[in-house]
């Protein structure tokens, strides 16, 4: 239990969970098979073990609030802490394919409920590997928002076909999201900064935002802030690179 003070992995004033007892390598290989259970289609994902105080049944017939932002490769959680109460009424979920690193989360989510009993009841994490399983979880047009903050570079040219953007994933991306939903990327990897740009940039279902829309976006801020790993850039004096794209409807 969070609260049981006999449990080392729990901080005992906090109620959090000790991020040391949860470390795992940073990446994994996302073209590996796992095992994890995966909902059929997205009519079986079942809202009420994510989102319990929302949805107090498991029976989701006729319900009209969806999930709407997808951290994928979500970490340790940063962005989906802040975005949560920041975006209150909206659900969202992180997709990490680690397994330590997916139950920090979970732990994290449920100590920080514990502690603000009125927040942090939109937010949630599941294990799955999001290039494989992403229509399996959301509708056409469901999201508005999705997040890839610091993804795996995969340097190697033969390992590119393991990167999370890609000319062939943005299409599953632009199926899910709505139009005018957002992608938003950031690395601290000038290589893969441009071809994630150049993916974008090349697809006829995706322009960038201005620099004026940039400005006003809050979510903007967040990209290099809210993350261990952007935290870590910015003390080490790092650069980052990002592409932040909308998704539209191609000209004809």
């Not at 047009?141 to 995969?154: E, R, V, Y």
Request: with cysteine; glycine share 6%.
């Amino acid at each position: 239990m969070l609260q049981n003070k006999a449990n080392p992995t729990i901080n005992k004033s906090t109620g959090l969970p000790r991020k040391r007892f949860y470390r795992a390598r940073a990446h994994s290989n996302p073209l590996s098979d796992s095992h994890f259970p995966v909902p059929l289609s997205p009519s079986h994902v079942d809202y009420s073990l994510h989102y319990p105080q929302l949805f107090p049944s498991a029976d989701q017939t006729g319900t009209s609030k969806k999930i709407q932002f997808a951290d994928i490769g979500c970490g340790f959680g940063g962005l989906l802490i802040s975005l949560s109460t920041l975006f209150p009424e909206t659900l969202m979920i992180g997709m990490e394919l680690r397994d330590k690193v997916t139950e920090y989360v979970k732990e994290r989510i449920l100590g920080l409920r514990v502690a603000n009993p009125s927040q942090y009841q939109n937010v949630s994490v599941v294990r799955t590997n999001s290039m494989k399983y992403i229509p399996n979880y959301f509708e056409k047009g469901q999201l508005s928002k999705m997040f890839f903050l610091f993804p795996d570079p995969h340097f190697k040219e033969k390992n590119h076909r393991r990167r999370v953007i890609s000319p062939q994933l943005l299409d599953e991306y632009a199926y899910v999201l709505q139009v005018g939903g957002i992608i938003y990327t950031i690395t601290d990897v000038e290589e893969l900064g441009d071809w994630m740009k150049s993916c974008l940039q090349n697809h006829l279902m995706f322009e960038p935002l201005s620099d004026k829309e940039l400005e006003a976006d809050p979510v903007v801020k967040l990209l290099s802030t809210a993350t261990e790993e952007g935290q870590k850039v910015a003390r080490n004096g790092g650069q980052t690179f990002q592409a932040v794209y909308r998704r539209i409807t191609p000209a004809s």
